[in-house]
């Protein structure tokens, strides 16, 4: 959780350089932090079903797509629809962009008002999961959507419990 709290952050201050060069940076770091902290949430919540998926032999951990499969299952009786989806949004939006920017050597415009989005979601996982554990990262996660304050244009304003 502590590796995936200062990555993501890490990249987030990347970002905020607002050079167009790091902004790829960022966005790797942030979907390095992200799948961390996936993986993080899935060995503290399900550890059995974690480690069955581990392969020893190719040192392979369970993948992206699995931890989120079994994200949205976790969250399932837990959020409203409305609040799940945008999990799944954002999960989904912050995989595309790491994607983006490290297979294919260029990667479209990221719009720094989903940033706000980005951070409201990882500030409730963070503050779901690991409560008082996350007490800097989740403080943190509040700081960068008070400096990125548009909830960007295509997202509906959606609280989280606890947040």
């Known amino acids: 959780m502590k590796r995936a709290g200062e990555t993501i952050l890490f990249g987030f201050g990347v970002r905020a350089a607002i050079n167009i060069r790091d902004e790829a940076v960022g966005s790797t770091l942030i979907g390095i ?3 961390i902290l996936l993986k993080a949430i899935m060995l503290k919540e399900i550890p059995k079903r974690f480690l069955e998926c581990v392969d020893v032999e190719k040192e392979k951990t369970p993948t992206y797509q699995w931890c989120f499969n079994q994200l949205n299952e976790l969250l399932r009786d837990k959020l409203t629809p409305i609040q799940a989806q945008r999990v799944k949004e954002v999960i989904s939006l912050v995989k595309q962009e790491r994607h983006d920017a490290v297979h294919l050597g260029f990667h479209r415009i990221q719009d720094p008002r989903t940033d706000y989005q980005v951070a409201h979601v ?7 999961f690991f409560q008082d554990v996350a007490n800097d990262y989740v403080r943190d996660l509040r700081k960068i959507k008070i400096t990125n ?3 960007g244009m295509d997202y509906e304003p959606v609280e989280f419990p606890g947040l």
């Open 33 to 35: 932090g992200t799948e």
């Open 149 to 151: 304050k548009t909830p």
């Open 122 to 128: 990882l500030e409730f996982l963070f503050s779901y």
